[in-house]
């Protein structure tokens, strides 16, 4: 007769589950080449900033990116976040002409820059 030891077979060792959810691996796509002739994207494409914008951006065409970019080094640098709401932009002179108004939030600033942006 056998003993319970015999009886019982040892179970084979289950997969760890994130070894079986893991995406199988995908083989690589050669690399799309850019040629000469090819246009930027809207969001590199540069644009020439309008005067009021281009005191505090500079007046070279620059691409959407880097306006908001130079925008925020403003806006850190002379301290114009809202202490209460970091969300809210407090507008000195220079962005006054920009923003149209005394404060705006952070998420309708790119709606004011765009309308000094030109192609």
């Keep these: 007769m056998a003993t319970k030891t015999e009886k019982a077979a040892p179970k ?40 009021e914008l281009g005191a505090i951006v500079g007046t070279s065409p620059l691409p959407r990116g ?3 970019s130079k ?4 806006i850190k640098k002379h301290n114009l976040q809202n202490p209460e709401n970091k969300r809210e932009i407090v507008a000195d002179d220079k962005l006054k002409k920009v923003f ?20």
């Design 12 to 51: 084979a060792a289950k997969p760890a589950k994130t070894a079986e959810k893991a995406a199988p691996a995908k083989a690589a796509k050669p690399a799309a080449t850019k040629s000469a002739g090819t246009k930027p994207n809207a969001l590199q494409q540069p644009l020439k900033p309008s005067a």
């Design 66 to 68: 880097e306006v908001v």
């Design 71 to 74: 925008v925020w080094e403003y």
């Design 100 to 119: 149209g108004k005394d404060k705006c939030s952070m998420f309708e600033m790119n709606k004011h820059l765009a309308a000094h942006l030109k192609a």
